[in-house]
C-alpha cells in the first residue's frame, strides 16, 4: 500500500483493466438512484416521457462536461436529482391556462424548461464567489455547519436502504456482508472493488433464489426478466426539446436554492473524503458552473436535472481509489449504456434489495465522514451556540422528510429538508454570537476537512498490490 493509509490517486498504476473494473463498480453505485427518478417521474405522467436512456446519456455527458468545467480534478459523478421531484408532480397536475387538455409529452417539456432555467441560477452564484472570492463565502460555512449536513445527506437516505433492503432482507444481508468481507479483509484488487464484488455475488444468489422458486417479502418474483426480452440491442436515446412557461419556471426554479446549498455540502463531503481542497481549487465557481450547466443541458433536451452523488462519494471512501478518472469511465459506461437498452435493462433487473443492502454501505460512509470532519475540527459542543446550530441542522434534515411547500403568486413551492437544514444552519451561524472558526486563518484545521488553502499539499503516491 502507499504511504497515505492505501490511497490512490492515480488509478493509471493499476493498469487499464482494474481501471474498467473500477469504473464499472462506480456505474454500479449510481445506477439504481439515477434510473429511479425517471421511474417516478413518470408515475406521476401515468406514461413513459421521461425516458431512461436519455436519462442516462445525460448522467453521462453532464459528468463529463463537470469535470471539464473542474479541470478533470474532481472525483464527481453527476446522476439524476431527487429535489425536482414535487415539481414534476406539481407540472403534471396542472390543468388551468395554456396546461388545459395539454399532453404528458408537453408537460414535461415545460418542466424541463423551469429546469434550464434553475441551472442557470447557478451561474449568478458562481460569479459572485468569483467577485467576492471564496473565503468570503466559506467563512458561514464552518465545521458546525458542515459536518452536520453531510451527516443529515447520508441520514436522509438511510429511509431509502431500509425500504428497499426490506423486500428481501437476505438478499441485502448477502449484498452488505459481501462489501465487508472484501473491504476488511480482501487482497489487492478485490479490496478496492467491495461494491461490485457485493453486486456480483448478490445478485448470482438471487439467480439461484429465484431458480428454486423463492421469492421477496411481498411474494412478487426476485427477478423479472420481461423487460430484458423486450428491450433492443441498440437504440437512439428519445430526445425531446424544452418549451418554456412563466408558470412553469415558477415552479422548477426556485428549486435551485436547495439544490445549490446541496452542491456545497457535497462538495465539502467529497473535499474531506479526497483530503483535497476543491473549494479552493479548482474552486466552488467553477463546480457550480459545472453542475448548472449540466442540468440546463440535460433539461434542454428532455433529460432530469443533475447533480453530484452521495454514491459515488461513499464508494470513494470505501475503495480509497480517488483518481478522476475512473469517474470518467463510469460516465462513459452510462453513455455508452444508453444507446444499449437491453443491458441497461440486465442491470435494472437487479432486485431493490440489492441496492438497498449496497445503499446501507454507501449512506453510512457519508455520514460517518461527516462524523468525521466535526471530530478532527475540535467542534466544542459545549458551547451553547454550537449544540443550537447542529441540533436545528439535525431536526431540518431529518424532520422535513416531505420538505417544506409555501406558496408564491399562486404557485407551489417546495424545499428540500437538506435545502432547509444547510439554509437555517448557515443564517444561524452568520447570526449567533462566538463564531470561534475563520475559514483560511489555520491551514491544520481547513486541511482536517479537505479545505485547506494549500490545494497541492496532498501529491499522488504510489501504489502497491497487497497480494503477498
Not at 476543491?278 to 465557481?285: A, V, W
Not at 443492502?357 to 457519508?366: C, D, E, K
Not at 459542543?381 to 447542529?390: D, G, V
Request: proline share 4%.
Amino acid at each position: 500500500m502507499n504511504e497515505n493509509d492505501g490511497i490512490i490517486r492515480d488509478a493509471r498504476k493499476l493498469g487499464v483493466p482494474k481501471m474498467l473494473i473500477l469504473g464499472l463498480q462506480h456505474m454500479f453505485a449510481m445506477f439504481g438512484a439515477t434510473i429511479l427518478v425517471p421511474i417516478l417521474v413518470n408515475s406521476y405522467f401515468g406514461e413513459d416521457v421521461l425516458h431512461i436512456q436519455v436519462t442516462l446519456i445525460c448522467a453521462g455527458l453532464g459528468t463529463l462536461f463537470f469535470h471539464l468545467c473542474s479541470k478533470f480534478k474532481i472525483p464527481a459523478f453527476l446522476g439524476s436529482s431527487f429535489a425536482f421531484l414535487g415539481g414534476f408532480a406539481t407540472i403534471a397536475n396542472m390543468d388551468e391556462g395554456v396546461f388545459a387538455g395539454m399532453s404528458n409529452a408537453d408537460k414535461l417539456s415545460y418542466a424541463c424548461g423551469g429546469i434550464v432555467v434553475a441551472g442557470l441560477l447557478y451561474l449568478i452564484l458562481a460569479l459572485v464567489i468569483k467577485l467576492v472570492g471564496v473565503k468570503k463565502v466559506m467563512r458561514f460555512l464552518p465545521p458546525v455547519v458542515t459536518g452536520p449536513i453531510i451527516i443529515c445527506i447520508g441520514l436522509s437516505l438511510a429511509g431509502s436502504a431500509i425500504s428497499n433492503a426490506s423486500t428481501n432482507w437476505l438478499l441485502a444481508l448477502i449484498a452488505l456482508a459481501t462489501i465487508i468481507i472484501f473491504n476488511i479483509w480482501g487482497k489487492g484488487m478485490f479490496k478496492i472493488i467491495p461494491i461490485l464484488m457485493g453486486v456480483i455475488i448478490s445478485y448470482c444468489a438471487a439467480l439461484v433464489f429465484h431458480a428454486l422458486g423463492m421469492t421477496n417479502a411481498d411474494g412478487s418474483a426476485i427477478l423479472d426478466f420481461a423487460a430484458i426480452s423486450s428491450s433492443a440491442w441498440v437504440g437512439i436515446p428519445e430526445f425531446s426539446l424544452c418549451k418554456f412557461d412563466i408558470s412553469a419556471i415558477l415552479v422548477m426554479a426556485p428549486i435551485a436554492l436547495a439544490t445549490m446549498m446541496e452542491h456545497i455540502g457535497d462538495m465539502s463531503a467529497i473535499s474531506a473524503t479526497v483530503g483535497k481542497n476543491f473549494i479552493e481549487d479548482p474552486g466552488l465557481h467553477r463546480t457550480l458552473v459545472g453542475d448548472g450547466l449540466a442540468t440546463s443541458l440535460s433539461a434542454l433536451v428532455g433529460g432530469p436535472a443533475n447533480t453530484t452523488y452521495g454514491e459515488n462519494t461513499g464508494v470513494l471512501e470505501l475503495s480509497k481509489v480517488h483518481d478522476p478518472r475512473v469517474i470518467r469511465i463510469a460516465a462513459c459506461y452510462a453513455i455508452l449504456l444508453s444507446f444499449i437498452p437491453k443491458m441497461s435493462a440486465v442491470i435494472g433487473s437487479m432486485p431493490s434489495a440489492i441496492i438497498g443492502g449496497v445503499s446501507f454501505m454507501l449512506y453510512g460512509m457519508i455520514s460517518a465522514i461527516g462524523v468525521r470532519n466535526v471530530v478532527e475540527n475540535h467542534v466544542d459542543f459545549t458551547k451553547s451556540r454550537n449544540l443550537i446550530i447542529a441540533g436545528v441542522i439535525f431536526v431540518c434534515g431529518l424532520g422535513f422528510a416531505d420538505g417544506l411547500t409555501f406558496t408564491v403568486a399562486g404557485t407551489p413551492i417546495t424545499l428540500t429538508s437538506l435545502a432547509i437544514a444547510a439554509i437555517v444552519g448557515i443564517l444561524l451561524n452568520a447570526i449567533l454570537p462566538g463564531n470561534d472558526y475563520h475559514f483560511g486563518r489555520d491551514l491544520n484545521v481547513d486541511a482536517n476537512r479537505g479545505l485547506d488553502m494549500k490545494p497541492n499539499l496532498h501529491e499522488d503516491t504510489s501504489y502497491e498490490d497487497e497480494e503477498e
